[in-house]
């Protein structure tokens, strides 16, 4: 996703969107390459957050703990002083939420087409069709 701009970036994932990802392990460590603070914030509770990194080997830099996502994204920004803040997110919530807190907001889709990351095209499987058999009554 490196265009040429300003390595010195902070870098915030939605939960929600780093899920959509095929490999969010790999999206980390590529991003880590050209940002300088990878985290992860989210309205879940803190151990949900933590759940999903480690069954991913996601180390960040931060993430929102128990605060709202407004709140966390305005703390990240007072502690990592850096060029640009940006956040990656799924919805037309996510890119108000960064607009309010001042931080630049890039659509997930956007932002794996720069980089090169798969989305996970799996579909719910939460609740499957059922079977169409020919040979039932």
Do not use: C
């Given at each position: 996703?490196?265009?040429?701009?300003?390595?010195?970036?902070?870098?915030?994932?939605?939960?929600?969107?780093?899920?959509?990802?095929?490999?969010?392990?790999?999206?980390?460590?590529?991003?880590?390459?050209?940002?300088?603070?990878?985290?992860?914030?989210?309205?879940?509770?803190?151990?949900?957050?933590?759940?999903?990194?480690?069954?991913?080997?996601?180390?960040?830099?931060?993430?929102?703990?128990?605060?709202?996502?407004?709140?966390?994204?305005?703390?990240?920004?007072?502690?990592?002083?850096?060029?640009?803040?940006?956040?990656?997110?799924?919805?037309?919530?996510?890119?108000?939420?960064?607009?309010?807190?001042?931080?630049?907001?890039l659509p997930l889709e956007q932002a794996a087409e720069a980089a090169g990351w798969a989305i996970d095209e799996a579909?719910?499987?939460?609740?499957?069709?059922?079977?169409q058999r020919d040979d039932w009554p």
């Amino acid at each position: 996703m490196d265009g040429g701009g300003s390595t010195d970036m902070t870098l915030a994932f939605e939960l929600e969107a780093l899920k959509e990802l095929t490999d969010p392990e790999a999206v980390f460590s590529d991003a880590r390459s050209w940002s300088e603070y990878v985290g992860v914030i989210s309205e879940k509770p803190t151990y949900v957050v933590t759940n999903f990194t480690r069954k991913n080997r996601i180390r960040q830099d931060f993430f929102s703990g128990p605060r709202g996502r407004a709140e966390s994204l305005e703390n990240v920004r007072s502690q990592f002083q850096t060029d640009r803040h940006v956040f990656v997110g799924l919805t037309d919530e996510d890119e108000e939420l960064a607009e309010s807190v001042d931080w630049e907001f890039l659509p997930l889709e956007q932002a794996a087409e720069a980089a090169g990351w798969a989305i996970d095209e799996a579909e719910d499987t939460a609740d499957p069709e059922p079977e169409q058999r020919d040979d039932w009554p």
